[in-house]
């Protein structure tokens, strides 16, 4: 199945990422999150609705048990560039207080949405917070945030699939792109 199995139309310019290469790099991530918190319970915060792909494979990647709870958050609306305003849309349903945490993200762009919620999530009391990310954008960064485990280091350009949207479309294609600039000019 290749990336534009489900548009199959030219809205695409590059595949950067196929299913193949992102399995195999969730699975590396999977023995590093398994080795660093051997013997104690885990909670996985999945951050809608981008992370819902990471989530369901990092998961089911790792060979032990963990919970999963969820939190929607939206800075980006249809648009391709973060408006800086976080809101939650949706809260966990679990309390954290004396948790180990780790949120798990499909890309940090900016920073903004994570260092918010790195801090919400703190004000809570867990015993720790850290981040697991497939993707992050280092020359976009315009908050540090610090992160424990990275997929992979992506230029600085819009890119769909696999979770990622413009304005809703292509979450469900199994490799990650860039979006050919004519989509959004
Ligand atoms: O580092 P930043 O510049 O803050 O961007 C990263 C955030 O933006 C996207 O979410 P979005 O707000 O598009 O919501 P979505 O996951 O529902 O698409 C993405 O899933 C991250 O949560
Ligand atoms: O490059 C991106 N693509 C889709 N959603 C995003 N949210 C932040 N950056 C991106
Ligand atoms: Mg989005």
């Given at each position: 199945m290749d990336t534009q199995h489900v548009e199959g139309d030219l809205d695409l310019d590059q595949t950067l990422f196929t299913e193949d290469q992102i399995r195999a790099r969730l699975a590396e991530l999977a023995r590093d999150i398994e080795r660093d918190y051997e013997g104690r319970d885990l909670l996985l915060v999945g951050v809608l609705k981008g992370a819902v792909m990471v989530m369901a494979d990092l998961a089911r990647s790792l060979d032990r048990h963990v919970e999963m709870d969820w939190m929607a958050v939206s800075s980006y609306g249809s648009g391709?560039?973060?408006?800086g305003v976080v809101r939650i849309l949706k809260d966990l349903d679990?309390?954290?207080?004396g948790r180990d945490v780790l949120i798990v993200e499909d890309i940090i762009d900016t920073g903004l949405t994570l260092s918010w919620l790195v801090a919400n999530l703190k004000s809570r009391g867990p015993a720790s917070v850290e981040i697991a990310t497939l993707l992050r954008k280092p020359d976009a960064l315009r908050m540090e945030v610090d992160v424990t485990y990275v997929g992979f280091d992506i230029p600085n350009a819009f890119v769909v699939g696999y979770g990622l949207d413009y304005a809703e479309r292509y979450?469900?294609?199994?490799s990650i792109g860039t979006l050919a600039p004519h989509v959004y000019s």
């Open positions: 391709t560039s973060s408006s679990t309390d954290i207080s979450r469900n294609m199994r």
